[in-house]
């Protein structure tokens, strides 16, 4: 539920950095997952502390998101269009590296370091749930957050942390698929 307004804020995050301030891809890419993250730990915090429900916190972050990733845009839009400066004449290199990864497949222009990078992360993500110990805390806490407290396990991290873990995620798919491909470009207000 929470995934389309970390979604925007991440895109929204490495458009504007790479537009409005000029830097490179993977700066970008760090903002997206960084601003995705940060709203994922809104509504953790509001689940853990308030005992929020977290599909009610993160509809209304999404359209709170929404609203506020159109007015960062229009900031680096062009005057006479909806649509955002593209990154190819603006800032070529937030665009994301291909490294020759387009051969492999036909020649594919959108075939990006994207691929590798999104294949490490899905690798990441498996070891900490599947072989840590702060992936078996999470996956009980996400179970059964009463049973979690008891074990000794700290519930309120655990439950603000997955968050935090969907929202960087959600951020990092963003930013490598909406904001630094090869169209690099948001309509404001759409």
Do not use: H
């Amino acid at each position: 539920i929470g995934a389309a307004g970390q979604d925007v804020v991440g895109a929204g995050a490495s458009l504007y950095v790479a537009l409005g301030l000029g830097m490179p891809w993977y700066v970008c890419l760090l903002a997206a997952i960084a601003a995705g993250a940060v709203l994922g730990a809104i509504s953790g915090i509001l689940k853990a502390y308030r005992n929020v429900n977290e599909v009610i916190s993160c509809i209304m972050l999404n359209w709170i998101s929404l609203y506020l990733v159109n007015a960062l845009l229009s900031q680096v839009k062009e005057t006479a269009s909806p649509y955002t400066f593209t990154l190819s004449s603006t800032n070529p290199d937030a665009i994301l590296p291909s490294l020759g990864l387009g051969a492999l497949f036909s020649d594919n222009q959108y075939v990006t370091i994207a691929l590798p990078l999104t294949v490490l992360v899905a690798v990441g993500i498996w070891v900490l749930l599947a072989k840590t110990k702060l992936g078996y805390e999470l996956r009980a806490t996400g179970c059964n957050k009463f049973a979690a407290k008891y074990c000794g396990m700290k519930e309120k991290r655990n439950i603000i942390l997955t968050m935090v873990i969907a929202g960087a995620l959600a951020g990092f798919g963003a930013g490598l698929l909406y904001a630094l491909g090869i169209e690099g470009t948001a309509q404001v207000g759409g």
